[in-house]
Nanobody, 119 residues
Framework: QVQLVESGGGLVQAGGSLRLSCAAS????????MGWYRQAPGKQRELVAS???????YYADSVKGRFTISRDNGKNMVFLQVNGLKPEDTAVYYC?????????????WGQGTQVTVSS
């Protein structure tokens, strides 16, 4: 069973920064991709940023230019640098890993880390 453990969340003022980390229990190179999602109270979980095995990245429009996703294959970790935080970024941030083959797919989730941005 794959375990993903997030850390780095906290309470920050608007305009502040955080670095979220996601540690995987096995080699992240084995995953086709990894991503960060967030879920605010009363809202659906949404994709914030993702990175593929070959390093291609995707960002939601709402975070482009402020968030940066990266990976350290040697440490089996994925990071989300979040800058210029806004109150609307307040949410629980989750790490997700996906792997798939011809006729199968699996995804794994972490337990989440809370980010709270005060105005």
């Amino acid at each position: 069973q794959v375990q993903l453990v997030e850390s780095g969340g906290g309470l920050v003022q608007a305009g502040g920064s955080l670095r979220l980390s996601c540690a995987a229990s096995r080699s992240i190179v084995s995953f086709n991709g990894m991503g960060w999602y967030r879920q605010a109270p009363g809202k659906q979980r949404e994709l914030v940023a993702s990175i593929t095995r070959d390093g291609s990245t995707y960002y939601a429009d709402s975070v482009k230019g402020r968030f940066t996703i990266s990976r350290d294959n040697g440490k089996n970790m994925v990071f989300l640098q979040v800058n210029g935080l806004k109150p609307e970024d307040t949410a629980v941030y989750y790490c997700k890993a996906v792997e798939y083959g011809t006729n199968w797919a699996r995804d794994y989730w972490g337990q989440g880390t809370q980010v709270t941005v005060s105005s």
